[in-house]
């Protein structure tokens, strides 16, 4: 396969080729680049934002000089009015000659903290990525924001949603995602990838792909593989594969349980008796329950609960001995209740308000503070808890769960909060990775996560589709995993499963017995099959509603 760059030059207008693959075309007309100033507004409801992009001013960049070109190194020079000027710089990958690496940079001119990068493409070419997309698996012809946050109740024009914004702000739209990446691949094998962490929007337009970078400066790579099957792979090689599931994880159920040492214990004999093959038991409430408007949550104070799991330890000891392993649950908020919080609140690890004072978010009903992961002393701190109170207590693994609530009006203490909000929950992932490999267990505990961005499939053995309505709803139910788990797929995310009936309980809707059925069967096709109660355990059908 021909993987050198070469340009065509026709009446002021430029086409690059990789091989046979088109990958840039520049014209007055339609410029490759355009520049912009913004001064965005941002506001945040329950893990939703509200963004206003507040455009001061665009302008295309039409003019085009071309200052090196061979067939592995090509430099392009676009200006415009007002003396604004832009480099846009490709090379050959070494590595791997199907992928180029593209640098977008400014010139000395005026200042600008937007991009408009146009990408040519066939017509109506099918697209797929831009990380777990809910609703459209195909993005041609959508306009897709890419910014991490809760997916969203019901996720669309309906009456679920309607009732979730006018309660708390928290319905979600059809793009709303845990884990975005802007990243995409296409039905001929094109490969896009923006090395950015900023807010980005990638518009799949009939026969060009523009991509909005709010940011002044933007690293990429584009590729061409030649099929779809090739661009997967291509993309995934480069951005890093997961680590492998350990073994016992294929060893049946994970069976999502809480209540305490007694009811966990004879539940197990239950689905024993039933002949459930268990490989382990997901156990959220082993640091506590709280109980609110919402339903059943957890008290986030990452230690086990001695009056629900006198001896923990023990517990996984026993467990495990029969074969099971015991799974947990954590993630980066710090209930203000908390001896946790003392100590973080003491040594300044939470994020910070600009007065100083911690920034307490509200997630469903209650404020908790947040770890600030750009703290390296803080990072440390919240690794340390890991391996003491989880690994130590004899944990397999772990829901780590959120990731996505940082606040763009935050103080922090080595980054940007709008350049560090999409970046954090894949530092969150790389902070319980690194507390695994450090322990020397990373071949034998599975960390599973739903928020991400680019990194994050370096850093967890498994992605779950998030917190579905339990219902059969095209955009937040059952549906609605299946897309999740193939945009998923196709920008590197291999390994990915879903509550088994679902989470989400609220305004009347409530699990039946033929949902959990149809779900239960979806899952057995998926790498791990894992039960969760939902928010109103009481309130919905479980695994032993019947023999």
């Known amino acids: 396969m021909n993987t050198t760059l070469h340009l065509e030059l026709s009446d002021g207008d430029l086409d690059l080729f990789l091989g046979e693959t088109r990958i840039l075309h520049h014209s007055a007309r339609l410029p490759l680049v355009s520049v912009g100033l913004g001064h965005p507004r941002i506001s945040a409801s329950h893990g939703n934002s509200r963004i206003r992009a507040g455009l001061v001013w665009k302008r295309p960049l039409p003019n085009l000089r071309v200052l090196e070109n061979d067939d592995r190194h ?95 702000g928290s319905g979600g739209h059809w793009h709303s995602t845990y884990f975005p990446q802007p990243s995409y691949v296409t039905e001929t094998g094109r490969i896009v990838h923006l090395e950015i962490d900023s807010y980005s929007r990638l518009s799949f337009e009939a026969a060009a792909d523009v991509l909005e970078v709010w940011q002044p400066e933007c690293d990429m790579i584009i590729g061409a593989a030649g099929s779809l099957k090739d661009a997967v792979q291509t993309l995934s090689g480069y951005l890093g594969r997961q680590p492998r599931l350990p073994e016992w994880a294929h060893g049946g159920m994970w069976l999502g349980l809480q209540g305490g040492d007694e009811i966990v214990q004879a539940k197990i004999g239950k689905a024993q008796d039933a002949g459930i093959p268990l490989s382990a038991v997901w156990v959220q409430d082993w640091v506590g ?43 980066p908020f710090l209930a203000i209740e908390g001896e946790l919080y003392k100590e973080a609140r003491a040594r300044g690890y939470c994020i910070k308000k600009p007065d100083g004072s911690d920034y307490l978010i509200t997630v469903t009903t209650f404020p908790a503070a947040k770890v600030d992961l750009s703290n390296p002393e803080a990072w440390a701190w919240l690794k340390e808890i890991i391996q003491r109170n989880m690994l130590d207590a004899g944990l397999s693994g772990w829901m780590a769960d959120y990731g996505e609530y940082l606040p763009t009006d935050a103080v922090l203490a080595g980054a940007d909060p709008m350049r560090f909000h999409n970046r954090y929950p894949a530092e969150w992932a790389r902070l319980n990775y690194e507390a695994v490999a450090e322990a020397g267990r990373i071949d034998d505990v599975a960390i599973f996560m739903r928020a991400g961005y680019t990194g994050t499939s370096r850093y967890a053995h498994a992605i779950w589709a998030g917190d579905q309505m339990v219902d059969w709803s095209r955009h937040d139910g059952l549906p ?25 309980s609220l305004f009347g809707k409530k699990r039946t017995k033929d949902l959990f059925l149809r779900w239960s069967e979806h899952s057995a096709f998926t790498p791990i099959m894992r039960s969760h109660e939902s928010n109103r355990p009481d309130q919905n059908w479980q695994w032993d509603g019947d023999a």
Not at 297 to 310: I, M, N
């Open 74 to 168: 090509v430099i392009l020079q676009l200006s415009g009015p007002e003396g604004t000027t832009v480099r846009f710089s490709l090379t050959v990958d070494e590595k791997n000659p199907a992928l180029v690496r593209a640098q977008v940079s400014g010139e000395p001119g005026i200042e600008h903290n937007r991009l408009w990068i146009r990408l040519p493409a066939r017509r109506r070419e099918p697209t797929y990525g831009g990380g777990q997309q809910y609703s459209r698996f195909n993005l041609r012809g959508s306009r897709l924001p890419l910014w991490t946050g809760e997916q969203g109740v019901g996720r669309g024009f309906n009456l679920t949603t309607l009732a979730a914004n006018l309660h708390s």
């Open 480 to 504: 609605s995993v299946i897309p999740a788990a193939l945009s998923s797929g196709v920008v590197g995310i291999g390994v990915h499963h879903s509550d088994i009936g679902g989470f989400t």
């Open 289 to 331: 329950r709280r109980v609110t408007s919402f339903g059943s949550q957890l008290f986030w104070d990452w230690r086990y609960d001695r009056d629900r799991y006198p001896d923990l330890p023990g517990l996984t000891q026993e467990l495990g001995r029969a074969g099971v392993r015991f799974l947990g649950y954590i993630n």
